[in-house]
């Protein structure tokens, strides 16, 4: 028989456990494919999950093939770094399948700087150039090298990573998501470009008000 003190732990543990931030992997798809009919797909990944799929008898090869990034973006002109990110709203073909990707470009001395995608684990193959690659962990560990042409790197889900180009000549990194919307959290801009009180800044960061000032300057519209 279980007692009255054993019965409330229970209930408690079952209640804090749904409680507990819970982040699930992209659904499994139903379809073998499910290409957005056209005019449906919006920027708002958010719409992706409800909007109508094109007959099969009406999808041809050329829904399966993008060519968007055969050519590098535009290159910041504060970071020397050129992304140009590639998921269901550039190329309907992903929806529903749990995954995108990106390219990279850096100048040299280019940096992608520190960020994390709450939703996915990124690979990031190089190829070209070298890119000093790494993630910090949990615990506050750094794991970083100089990753060369051909390697890969994996950044583990919600982990904070960052890249810079080492070499003399322009790098390129194609990246690859395990999910359709992965997102993308920049750590100066979400800190220093929010509308977070200059006061608890100050105290967080041990910086004057006209330090935090300069860096509200130049993150405000990146």
Same mark, same amino acid.
Not at 28 to 36: A, H, N
Not at 37 to 61: F, M, Q, W, Y
């Given at each position: ?14 209640? *804090? ?13 139903? *379809? ?5 009919e056209s005019g449906s797909v919006h920027p708002d990944l958010n719409r992706l999950g409800s909007i109508p799929c094109k007959n ?12 968007? &990034? &055969? ?56 190829? =070209? ?18 990753? =060369? ?23 390129? &990194? ?16 979400? &800190? ?6 200059? =006061? ?10 006209? =330090? ?11």
């Amino acid at each position: 028989m279980v007692r009255a003190g054993e019965k409330m732990t229970t209930m408690l543990a079952i209640l *804090l456990l749904g409680f507990l931030p819970f982040t699930p992997a992209d659904p499994d798809p139903v *379809l073998d494919f499910c290409i957005p009919e056209s005019g449906s797909v919006h920027p708002d990944l958010n719409r992706l999950g409800s909007i109508p799929c094109k007959n099969p008898s009406n999808v041809t090869a050329d829904d399966f093939v993008f060519s968007g &990034i &055969i050519s590098r973006g535009n290159f910041s002109p504060s970071t020397g770094f050129a992304g140009v990110a590639v998921n269901p709203a550039q190329f309907p073909a992903l929806n529903t399948l749990g995954m995108s990707f990106a390219r990279a470009d850096f100048e040299p001395g280019g940096v992608n700087p520190p960020h994390y995608h709450p939703r996915a684990t990124e690979t990031a193959l190089v190829v =070209e150039g070298s890119v000093y690659s790494g993630f910090v962990d949990s615990g506050g560990r750094v794991y970083a090298k100089v990753v =060369e042409k051909g390697q890969v790197m994996v950044f583990p889900r919600g982990m904070v990573h960052f890249q810079m180009n080492v070499g003399d000549s322009t790098a390129t &990194i194609f990246g690859s998501f395990n999910s359709q919307n992965p997102g993308l959290v920049r750590i100066p801009g979400t &800190i220093f470009g929010s509308a977070i009180k200059v =006061e608890l800044l100050e105290r967080a960061f041990g910086l004057s008000a006209k =330090e935090l000032a300069k860096l509200k300057r130049r993150f405000e519209s990146s």
